[in-house]
């Protein structure tokens, strides 16, 4: 089946600066690669997308970028802001999958 | 707020009761996984159902099982319980198409088994 591993686990990063969360999949007909953001006592909350027919997408400071080839995403958040602190989980679906396998999750902390 | 309610919330119970933890998903939305989550394993996904039959099922135990109603809510059943089976249990739904698999999480249920 799919496995998925995410890096870093943790992740410190002044306010302002940019962070970067990266995933690798194994599954080379998985074609739908979701990020999910978790707040503390919450559920995951769906914050962006991408889809194998599409190499980057972005939503205001948050982008996504897909290499196919290499079967690995990353997770771009530019100026952060305390409020992005949360534990980011990446997913990817498809091929004989019909449900999203997670990579281990990276805790994200903003200094102020 | 995602649209999907899960409960209840929190849930406290012995080792070798058994207990059931209720989803409705968003309107319109066909599937419902369900995933759990615990501090060494991340999020384990279960089980799905889709329009009340089953349709993929992760590391689910026997002593777990779940179905799907006609009015599309959804049930997770734990019985013999273990104090392993302590963790955040979530429901996530979706239209489930092909071109259309975003899938949205309740707020989870707490299991807490003493």
């Known amino acids: 089946g799919e496995n998925v591993e995410q890096h870093p686990s943790t992740l410190s990063v002044q306010e302002g600066d940019s962070a970067v969360i990266k995933c690798t999949y194994s599954?080379?007909?998985?074609?739908?690669f979701p990020w999910y953001k978790q707040e503390l006592g919450k559920g995951p909350q769906l914050i962006i997308d991408i889809r194998s027919n599409v190499g980057e997408k972005k939503d205001q400071r948050i982008a996504v970028t897909l290499n196919k080839t290499a079967k690995h995403f990353s997770l771009h958040i530019t100026e952060t802001q305390p409020e992005d602190s949360a534990v980011y989980f990446c997913?990817?679906?498809?091929?004989?999958?019909?449900?999203?396998?997670f990579g281990s999750g990276t805790q994200l902390t903003v200094l102020p | 707020d995602s649209g999907v309610t899960q409960t209840p919330k929190h849930l406290i119970t012995a080792t070798g009761q058994r207990v059931t933890l209720r989803c409705s998903p968003r309107s319109g939305d066909l599937s419902v996984y369900w995933y759990q989550q615990s501090l060494d394993q991340g999020l384990q996904f279960l089980i799905q159902?889709?329009?009340?039959?089953?349709?993929a099922k992760g590391n689910i135990l026997e002593r777990f099982s779940a179905q799907q109603f006609p009015d599309l809510h959804s049930e997770l059943n734990l019985s013999s319980l273990e104090l392993g089976d302590s963790a955040l249990y979530f429901c996530a739904s979706s239209v489930a198409t092909a071109k259309n698999t975003e899938a949205f999480f309740g707020q989870g249920t707490r299991l807490t088994v003493v």
């Open positions: 599954d080379s007909a998985s074609n739908y």
């Open positions: 997913a990817a679906m498809g091929g004989s999958a019909r449900q999203l396998t």
């Open positions: 159902y889709y329009n009340g039959e089953e349709r």
